[in-house]
C-alpha cells in the first residue's frame, strides 16, 4: 500500500511540533507522541512508490532523458498555516515535491518572521518552494534530465497568486521582503486550476465576508446614519430584523437551529414553560471532545443576550495545543445546580479526566 501526500505531511508536521517540547515535556506531550507511534505502528504496511520512469520518457543519445513537454515530471505544492504558534505566533510552511506523482522531498517548518496577515505566510511559503525548486532543476539538469525547465508549484490562496502574478506594491504586501526572485525565463506563476485541494466550509457564517452588509441593508443603515443614529442602535435595529430571526427571540432561533442542524442538544424549562437552560454542542466538536477527551476548560461570559443568561463555553484542547469548542450551555444563573446540569449534559458527549474551571466559575 502507498501512502498519499496527506499522511507523509501531517507525519512531517507533528514530529516538528512534538521535537519543540524534548526539554520539558508534559503530559499532553507524551500523549501525543504515544498517538503518533500508533499511527506509524498502523501504517507499517505503507509506504511512498517510486517509479523509475513514466511511459511518456524517451531515451535519446547522450545518455540522457526526454520528457514530452505534454507531461509535467515535477510538480510542488506550497502553502502555510496561518500564525499557528498560539505563543510567537509564527506560521508554518508546508511544502512538497511529487516526482512522477510521487513525494521526493516535503518540509514542514515555521517561519522566521511574523506574518500579518494569511496571504503573507503564503507569499513566504511560496517563495520558498520557489528557491526550492531552482535547486532542483539544477540537480535535474546535473543528473542529464531534460525536458523540463520549470515546477509547476501549485498553491491554492487566491490572493497570492493573483500577487505573484502581479508583484505591485499595495499597502497589504508593500512590507513583504522579495526573498527570491525568478532568474529570467525560468519560472513564472499561472493559475492553471482554481479549485482547493481541500473541502470548502459548508457554513461562512464566521468569515469576515458573510459580515458585510447586504445590498438590501445598505441603504437602512445609511439613512440611519443620516438620521443621526448612534452605532449601537443601527446594530440593534440590524439584529432585531435579521432575517434569520424572523420575528423570534434570538433564543428561540437558536433553538430551532440546533433542533433541526447535526446539534447534540439538551433543553431545560421551569414549571411555566419558560426556559432556564440550554446546553448544545454539533456533532463535528464531539467527535473532537471524543478524540481529545483528557482536559477540557470552562468559562462563563454575558451580555450575550437580552435575559441576562450567562453562556458557558467548554473548550477542548488537541494534542498539538489547539484548541476548540467542545459546547455551549446557557444558564439562567452561577449556581451549583446549574453547571451540574451543564456537566450532565456535556457527560453524554464525553466524560472528560479533567475540567478546568477559570476563577471565576465556582
Known sequence: MAWDSEEVTYVS??????????????????????????????????GIVYRKYPNTITRVSGGKYFLNHSDIQLVCYADSNYAEGSADRLSRSGIMFLLYGSAVAWISKKQTTVASSSTEAEIYALSEATKLSLWFLQIME???????????????NESTIKIAENPLH???????DVVARPHAGRWTVSNVDES???????NIGGYSTAQKLTAVKKPVVQAL??????????????????????????????????????????????AAGSVTGLFFTHQTSANLARWFSSTFVMDCTY??????????????????????NAGFAFLCDETEAEYTWALKAFSVVVAPAVIVPTMNCH
Open 170 to 176: 499595495t499597502n497589504r504586501v508593500k512590507h513583504v
Open 142 to 156: 546535473a543528473s542529464h534530465i531534460t525536458g523540463q525547465d520549470y515546477v509547476l508549484i501549485k498553491q491554492d
Open 225 to 270: 446614519a443620516e438620521a443621526g443614529s448612534s452605532n449601537s442602535t443601527i446594530l440593534t435595529y440590524l439584529k432585531n430584523n435579521h432575517d434569520f430571526l424572523a420575528g423570534q427571540f434570538s433564543i428561540q432561533a437558536l433553538f430551532e437551529t440546533v433542533s433541526a442542524g447535526d446539534f447534540i442538544y439538551d433543553l431545560k424549562v421551569d
Open 196 to 202: 482547493h485541494n481541500h473541502p470548502l466550509p459548508s
Open 13 to 46: 508536521n507533528v514530529v516538528g511540533i512534538l521535537a519543540q517540547y524534548q526539554v520539558q515535556p508534559f503530559n499532553s506531550d507524551w500523549k501525543a507522541l504515544v498517538r503518533l507511534l500508533k499511527y506509524l505502528n498502523g501504517t507499517k504496511n505503507k
Open 303 to 324: 451580555k450575550t443576550n437580552c435575559f441576562g443568561m450567562p453562556l458557558l463555553n467548554i473548550i477542548g484542547i488537541t494534542a498539538t495545543f489547539e484548541s476548540f
